[in-house]
């Protein structure tokens, strides 16, 4: 093993979403899990619509109607600015396992569907944490498929100078640990933020911790 592809929210930040107290629609771990994490943003506006069987025109970015790329950049916004009022919060376990590998020699990546990575990375104050970063923006320009297919992990490894079988993918959705599984990574280590460690497993998980500072210690 020779290099690190991780995943971003909910991997290395607290940016994806928390099972609350709070009635919600939108359930925060079955709706998210199924249209949201680790989707292009077109795709959750279209998907999870769709799922409650509203059909959405494509439009444009620029809609202030119901569409699905105005609805896209609508939630993009509203995203970027909690970002930057509320801030990032970080997985501090995830920060010490990429430092301790990289002080190993071993590169990472950050390989994320997000279009705000580059926003997310600056709250957070860890834009030199990783050596490459792969996001919603270089699979916009560079054609790559979303989780679960393998592309934007293929991407990744390619960043980084190695071949897929020599890195290892750290992911806690369920269409990501699937990317990972069929990116023939050397493994792919789930990461259980919301209680559905059989679920990683099933979907290709070899092993499942609940932060990643769990395999410093056993290491
Ligand atoms: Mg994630």
Redesign the pocket.
């Known amino acids: 093993m020779r290099g690190c592809l991780f995943?971003?929210?909910?991997?290395i930040t607290k940016t994806?979403a928390q099972s609350g107290g709070r009635f919600v629609p939108f359930d925060a771990v079955a709706d998210y899990d199924a249209y949201v994490?680790?989707k292009f943003r077109a795709n959750v506006t279209r998907s999870f619509p769709a799922s409650r069987g509203v059909s959405l025109p494509e439009g444009s970015a620029e809609d202030a109607s119901e569409t699905v790329n105005g609805l896209g950049s609508r939630k993009s916004d509203i995203v970027l600015r909690h970002i930057r009022e509320d801030g990032v919060e970080v997985y501090e376990g995830s920060l010490r396992y990429v430092r301790a590998f990289r002080s190993c020699g071993l590169r990472c990546a950050v390989v994320?569907s997000s279009t705000n990575c580059q926003g997310v990375f600056i709250a957070a104050g860890i834009e030199d944490l990783f050596d490459q970063r792969i996001d919603g923006l270089t699979a916009k320009r560079e054609h790559l498929t979303e989780k679960p297919a393998p592309g934007i992990f293929l991407a990744g490894a390619h960043a980084l100078g190695l071949k897929p079988e020599e890195c290892v993918v750290f992911?806690?959705?369920l269409a990501?640990v699937a990317a990972g599984r069929a990116d023939n990574s050397a493994a792919v280590i789930g990461v259980d933020r919301e209680g559905q460690a059989q679920a990683l497993r099933d979907h290709g998980a070899d092993i499942v911790v609940s932060d990643l500072a769990n395999l410093l210690q056993t290491a």
Request: glycine content about 24%.
């Open positions: 995943d971003l929210d909910g991997v994806a994490d680790g994320s992911e806690d959705a990501g």
